[in-house]
């Protein structure tokens, strides 16, 4: 149910994710590894870089179905606000110099990733395409989040990877890190659904 709680918290969440990403972009150790897989895929299409991110979603959208997974307001509002967060941050981050401010900015971007991502799904308003297979894979398989999460970074670097993709320190902190963050962020950020109203309740 639409609720402001759940849509103020959706809206932070994907906003917190953006500027996370502008984070990590900024800190250049390295591409989250859908991104290493868009990369890679691009030239082969013939697309450019936004619109093979686009196909990609597509096509993991596609994946739903046999998952079972009904996209929400959550998952449009994931297209709209994260690559528009981190066009608006971008420019505004320091260009840091030097390994260290580098690699804290990449740590930062990473934790408030999964951060963000507990917050944004735990909305309970419709995952974005990715996180919509992640969740569809526990449901149908009963894994925890740790495990099916990094299970499918892990994939999904690899394969960008083997197609020219490019890949460095953060790419992989980035992929065994994700989701152990994202799973302990969960609970957190999960709003339960209120009860049904009980016959006393109703009563005059």
């Keep these: 149910m639409l609720t402001t709680h759940r849509l103020i918290q959706l809206l932070l969440g994907l906003a917190l994710y953006g500027f996370s ?8 150790l390295g591409l989250d590894p859908w991104d290493v ?11 450019s870089f936004g619109m093979t991110v686009n196909l990609i979603g597509l096509i993991v959208l596609l994946l739903w179905i046999p998952l079972r997974q009904r996209p929400g307001i959550g998952t449009v509002m994931n297209i709209i606000v994260i690559g528009t967060v981190v066009d608006l941050v971008l420019p505004l981050l320091p260009d840091p110099a030097g390994f260290a401010p580098r690699f804290a900015m ?3 971007g990473i934790g408030l990733n999964g951060i963000a991502g ?5 909305a309970g308003l419709g995952p974005g395409p ?3 297979l992640m969740t569809g894979l526990c449901a149908r398989t009963g894994w925890p989040v740790k495990i099916v999460r990094t299970a499918i970074e892990l994939a999904v670097l690899a394969t960008g990877w083997m197609l020219g993709g490019t890949v460095g320190l953060g790419t992989v902190l ?8 994202v799973h302990h962020a969960l609970p957190w950020f999960r709003i339960a659904p209120k009860p049904a109203p009980t016959v006393a309740a ?3």
């Design 21 to 28: 990403m502008a984070l990590m972009l900024r800190a250049n």
């Design 37 to 47: 897989l868009h990369q890679g895929i691009a030239p082969i299409l013939g697309l």
């Design 106 to 108: 990449l740590v930062a």
């Design 118 to 122: 507990g917050a944004y799904i735990g």
């Design 130 to 132: 990715r996180d919509g």
């Design 174 to 181: 980035y992929a065994v890190t994700i989701g152990w963050v």
């Design 202 to 204: 109703l009563s005059p």
